[in-house]
């Protein structure tokens, strides 16, 4: 009876301790990592984490980023930076992810879209936008230009999402969602107690031996999501790691996530029948890896679609060929002031 009363006791205080870790490092990270942003109110009290850089509105339209399915504006941060060097710039952290409020409504880009322009309005982040979207967040800012074309001059889609892919749900791509909802589920309580928070800093310590451990209980899903992001968060550069590892440490992230992968489903019958976009300039970046869109592919996204192929990249092209990107964006930057130029004459 003693032996029992002892073991519940020390699990009670290991797992107080492991709280107040958490609490005490969530805290501290949001003070010594959130400084370079702010936060924006939007409906019912939610708010939306932004990063501005750049001189808004003086050299030309405002560059809007809209990263993947599970980053943030992190995602960004090279490519924002040198960007903001010629105009102004803003990325976000979407609701349920990085330093943002959760998510109140379903990761649908329609519900995501709308959530982003009433952001802008209450950050008072004026149009003309070049929107800029990777993955999942291209088609964001797809939906974005149907609901607001007036306030888009230009689209820049980094390797979309390819709805295509997943409809019909086949039984590989539903195994790939199952893996995700059932990885989130076992983070949430593991970044309560502050293990997260041990696994990521072990994970980018480079030994990473307490984060292969917790990968490894969530079966082969958990290794699989592991390695990747090991490989991906490599590419960007190392003064983000610590931010990275902190959203990472956030019990709301994992909740934010799985919030994600539950909408796939919807996100891809909502964009499957989305009208395509019309005479505003789209430009998609498709990695050399990948087989590129077909011409009725181009056609379904809009009426005025232009196809490059990053040919030294994989998925996430931002990071492999950022130069790619960057000149993009430059080069829609001086055409769409050309085209002010000309209308003002």
Same mark, same amino acid.
């Given at each position: 009876?003693?032996?029992l009363?002892w073991?519940?006791?020390?699990t009670?205080a290991l797992?107080?301790?492991g709280?107040?870790?958490q609490?005490?490092?969530?805290?501290r990270?949001?003070r010594?990592f959130a400084?370079?942003?702010?936060w924006?109110t939007?409906g019912?009290k939610?708010?939306?984490?932004v990063?501005?850089?750049?001189s808004?509105g003086s050299t030309?339209?405002t560059?809007?980023?809209?990263a993947?399915i599970?980053a943030?504006?992190l995602?960004?941060f090279h490519?924002q930076e040198t960007?903001?060097?010629?105009?102004?710039?803003?990325s976000?952290d979407?609701?349920?992810?990085?330093w943002?409020s959760?998510c109140?409504?379903?990761?649908?880009?329609g519900n995501?879209a709308?959530?982003?322009?009433d952001?802008?309005q209450?950050?008072?982040i004026?149009?003309?936008y070049?929107?800029v979207g990777h993955s999942f967040?291209?088609?964001v800012m797809?939906?974005?230009?149907l609901l607001?074309?007036e306030e888009v001059?230009?689209?820049l889609l980094v390797?979309?999402?390819?709805?295509?892919?997943?409809?019909?749900?086949?039984?590989?791509?539903?195994a790939e969602?199952?893996?995700g909802?059932?990885?989130s589920r076992?983070?949430?309580p593991i970044a309560?107690?502050?293990?997260?928070?041990?696994?990521?800093?072990?994970?980018?310590s480079r030994?990473?031996?307490?984060?292969?451990?917790?990968a490894?209980?969530a079966?082969d899903?958990g290794?699989?999501?592991?390695?990747r992001v090991?490989?991906?968060?490599?590419k960007?550069?190392?003064?983000v790691? &610590?931010?990275?590892?902190?959203?990472?440490? %956030?019990p709301a992230?994992?909740?934010?996530m799985?919030?994600? @992968? =539950? +909408?796939v489903?919807?996100?891809?019958?909502?964009?499957?029948?989305?009208?395509p976009i019309?005479s505003i300039?789209v430009?998609?970046?498709?990695?050399?890896?990948?087989?590129?869109l077909?011409?009725?592919?181009?056609?379904?996204i809009?009426?005025n679609?232009r196809?490059?192929?990053?040919?030294?990249s994989?998925?996430w092209?931002h990071?492999?060929e &950022?130069d790619?990107?960057?000149d993009?964006? %430059?080069?829609m930057?001086?055409a769409?002031?050309?085209?002010a @130029? =000309? +209308?003002a004459?």
């Open positions: 009876m003693q032996l009363l073991i519940a006791g020390s009670a797992v107080g301790v709280f107040l870790y609490w005490i490092g969530g805290h990270d949001r010594r400084g370079p942003g702010r924006v939007i019912r939610s708010k939306l984490y990063v501005e850089k750049g808004q030309g339209p560059v809007l980023f809209e993947g599970a943030t504006n995602n960004w490519i960007v903001a060097r010629f105009t102004g710039t803003a976000y979407r609701g349920g992810l990085g943002s959760p109140r409504t379903a990761r649908t880009p995501i709308v959530e982003l322009h952001m802008l209450g950050a008072e004026k149009p003309p070049i929107l967040g291209g088609l797809r939906r974005y230009a607001f074309p001059v230009s689209v390797d979309p999402m390819r709805c295509e892919e997943w409809s019909p749900l086949s039984l590989g791509k539903q969602l199952d893996r909802k059932k990885l076992f983070a949430i309560r107690f502050g293990l997260a928070r041990l696994a990521v800093a072990s994970l980018l030994r990473g031996r307490t984060a292969h451990r917790l490894g209980v079966g899903g290794r699989h999501v592991l390695g090991t490989k991906e968060v490599g960007m550069p190392s003064e790691w &610590p931010i990275v590892a902190s959203h990472w440490s %956030r992230f994992y909740a934010g799985r919030s994600h @992968v =539950e +909408a489903p919807d996100t891809v019958r909502e964009m499957q029948d989305a009208e019309h300039p430009l998609v970046l498709t990695p050399g890896k990948s087989t590129p077909s011409a009725e592919c181009l056609d379904r809009g009426d679609v196809q490059v192929i990053a040919t030294e994989a998925h092209i990071l492999d &950022p790619l990107v960057i993009s964006i %430059r080069e930057i001086l769409a002031t050309h085209e @130029v =000309e +209308a004459v």
